[in-house]
Nanobody
Framework: QVQLVESGGGLVQAGDSLRLSCAAS??????????MAWFRQPPGKEREFVAA????????YGRESVEGRFTISRDNAKNTVYLQMSSLKPEDTAVYYC????????????????WGQGTQVTVSS
């Protein structure tokens, strides 16, 4: 099994920064074999891809709307992936989910088999 636990969400104002963390654990979790990603689900909308990172952190990919504002990174020694968010906007308000999958750099929800419970990020204007 793989367990993913997100933390770091909260209520912030537009323009602020926030860092989300996702701690991974479990008998079958192997940092060196799994891509990690962040997805989000805005109120009343479907879950959407935010950013992904390959197993060694060399390759990353993010949705266009967060390019230059969000940075995904990972520390395999700590089995943790991060999402550094800056210049936050009200439209970034969502529940943010961490996900893990085998593969190079999956970007769709269907490609991820392990999910966290989510952490709420609310950006006020």
């Amino acid at each position: 099994q793989v367990q993913l636990v997100e933390s770091g969400g909260g209520l912030v104002q537009a323009g602020d920064s926030l860092r989300l963390s996702c701690a991974a654990s479990g008998r079958t979790f192997n940092s060196y074999a799994m891509a990690m990603a962040w997805f989000r689900q805005p109120p009343g909308k479907e879950r959407e891809f935010v950013a992904a990172i390959n197993w060694n952190g060399v390759h990353t990919y993010g949705r266009e709307s967060v390019e230059g504002r969000f940075t995904i990174s990972r520390d395999n020694a700590k089995n943790t992936v991060y999402l550094q968010m800056s210049s936050l906007k009200p439209e970034d308000t969502a529940v943010y989910y961490c996900a893990a999958a085998r593969g190079l750099l999956p970007i769709t929800t269907g490609e991820y088999s392990h999910w966290g419970q989510g952490t709420q990020v609310t950006v006020s204007s």
